[in-house]
């Protein structure tokens, strides 16, 4: 393997960058807690470890290849994105003009799997699964043997990922008093909602890299 110290750089680069995932652990830390939060963070982190056996084993490689599966993955991801988006949004619409509370805000979303929720955005955006197969090879030896270092470069950019999620998610914490008032509450779960449509209708309009 080349270049690991660069190979966990430039993952803590990426990992940095707002998305999809990111939405969800914010929200879910917000409206319940760290428990929330870190639920979502294993989530996300479970799907990681798939999307690297995925990589190790060729997976990656027929999804990206085959227009019709990324296709399948792109619009599943795409739809239950902009679901999650809506279902904020309504749930904005209905507490209109009614006081947020802590126990109500906990009653609205105890029903919800925040495990689920993060599980199900990372593992089906196929832009995971391009990342995995497009980065990875950069840091590896041509015609030399991939599943160790795959492994190991899966195993830690989830490892990175779960680090930055905690330091994010206590960090949401230290700030929930003012997340958790009613205005910054409407206008965070506002911003949150458009922003998972807006992120499923950009995957959606995402091509395949060939």
């Not at 990426?14 to 929330?36: E, F, M, S, Y």
């Not at 999307?51 to 993955?73: C, D, E, P, R, W």
Request: charged share 10%; proline share 3%.
């Amino acid at each position: 393997m080349d270049n690991f110290y660069f190979f966990v750089l430039m993952c803590i680069l990426l990992i940095l960058l707002p998305g999809p995932d990111t939405a969800i652990a914010t929200r879910n830390t917000v409206t319940d807690g760290t428990k929330g939060g870190f639920k979502t963070m294993l989530g996300t982190c479970c799907a990681l470890l798939i999307h690297t056996s995925a990589a190790v084993f060729g997976l990656s490689a027929i999804i990206v290849k085959s227009a019709l599966l990324f296709s399948v993955f792109k619009y599943v991801g795409a739809v239950y994105l902009v679901y999650l988006g809506i279902k904020t949004l309504w749930g904005l619409k209905n507490n209109q003009g009614a006081a947020v509370t802590e126990s109500s805000v906990k009653s609205r979303y105890e029903s919800h799997s925040c495990f689920k929720q993060g599980f199900l955005t990372n593992l089906l955006n196929p832009k995971v699964a391009v990342f995995f197969l497009t980065f990875l090879p950069q840091f590896v030896d041509p015609g030399n043997e991939t599943f160790l270092p795959f492994l190991i470069m899966g195993i830690t950019y989830t490892v990175l990922t779960a680090m930055w999620f905690i330091f994010y998610i206590y960090l949401l914490n230290q700030i929930s008093a003012f997340m958790k008032k009613p205005r910054t509450q409407a206008i965070f779960e506002g911003l949150t909602g458009a922003v998972l449509i807006g992120f499923g209708i950009r995957l959606a309009l995402e091509k395949a890299h060939n």
